[in-house]
Each structure stands twice: as C-alpha cells, then as structure tokens.
Nanobody, 115 residues
Framework: QVHVVESGGGLVQPGGSLRLSCAAS????????MGWYRQAPGKERELVAD???????NYADSVKGRFTISRDNAKNTLYLQMNSLKPEDTAVYYC?????????WGQGTQVTVSS
C-alpha cells in the first residue's frame, strides 16, 4: 500500500504564489507518473500537470506559464510551484502517484485565491 500526503495549500491573494508538496511512502515498488489534479466546487476533477519519472511534464492550458511541476525521485516527492494565482485556481488540489501501474491518491489540500 502506498500512502500519499499533500501539503502547502492555503489562502493567497490574486497574483500571489504557493508551493504544494506531495510525499509518497509505504510499500513503494516503482513510481512512474506523478501528477496534480484539482477539483473546484460543482466541477469535475481535472488534470493540472503531470510528470514522468524521466522528467517529461505536461500542463493544462489554463496553468501553462504560471505553474511548474517537479519531482525528487530519491525522496518520492512531487512539487507544484504556483505563481500568478487567479481566483479561478481556487480548488482542492490532489496528488496522484502511479506505482507499478496502480494509482494512489492523497486526501487533497485546499487552495483559495481571494482578496
């Protein structure tokens, strides 16, 4: 079983920055893709960004140029640097880790962008 925990969410003003972290632990075999998803009230969960074990990343159009995903393979940790935040970025952000092809999700961390 793989345990996934997100941290770093909070309240920030428009234009501000936050850095999310996601740590995977437990019976890890081989983590491949890792990604950040978000779900706003009344909306479906959507991909924000993901990254392969080799470092190839992919972003949603809505966050390109503002968010940066990165990972530390030695620590099984994923990061999301979020800059120039907008009110529409408000959501619960979830981390997904794929270990041996199986997806594991964290409980989510709330990000609120408001003045």
């Amino acid at each position: 079983q793989v345990h996934v925990v997100e941290s770093g969410g909070g309240l920030v003003q428009p234009g501000g920055s936050l850095r999310l972290s996601c740590a995977a632990s437990g019976s890890i075999f081989s983590i491949n893709d890792m990604g950040w998803y978000r779900q706003a009230p009344g909306k479906e969960r959507e991909l924000v960004a993901d990254i392969t074990s080799g470092g190839r990343s992919n972003y949603a159009d809505s966050v390109k140029g503002r968010f940066t995903i990165s990972r530390d393979n030695a620590k099984n940790t994923l990061y999301l640097q979020m800059n120039s935040l907008k009110p529409e970025d408000t959501a619960v952000y979830y981390c997904k880790v794929e270990d041996w092809g199986l997806p594991y999700w964290g409980q989510g961390t709330q990000v609120t962008v408001s003045s």
